[in-house]
């Protein structure tokens, strides 16, 4: 999803982890809005979890 808008990144990870059953309802929510920032950004990693992409 590039060049994607907030909303439309919102939309996308409701439908994917919005129904994500984590154990309680603030953490779907936690994973939606990581998500959701990640994808506006086009950053697959979290902030400060990029160096463990290169570790096999």
């Known amino acids: 999803m590039s060049g994607v808008s907030r909303d439309d990144a919102r939309r996308w990870a409701y439908e994917e982890f919005g129904h994500a059953e984590l154990g309680h309802a603030r953490r779907t929510t ?11 950004r086009q950053d697959p990693l979290p902030s400060g979890a990029a160096w463990m992409s290169s570790y096999p």
């Not at 936690?30 to 506006?40: G, K, N, P, Q, S």
């Open 30 to 40: 936690r994973l939606v809005r990581m998500a959701t920032a990640a994808e506006v």
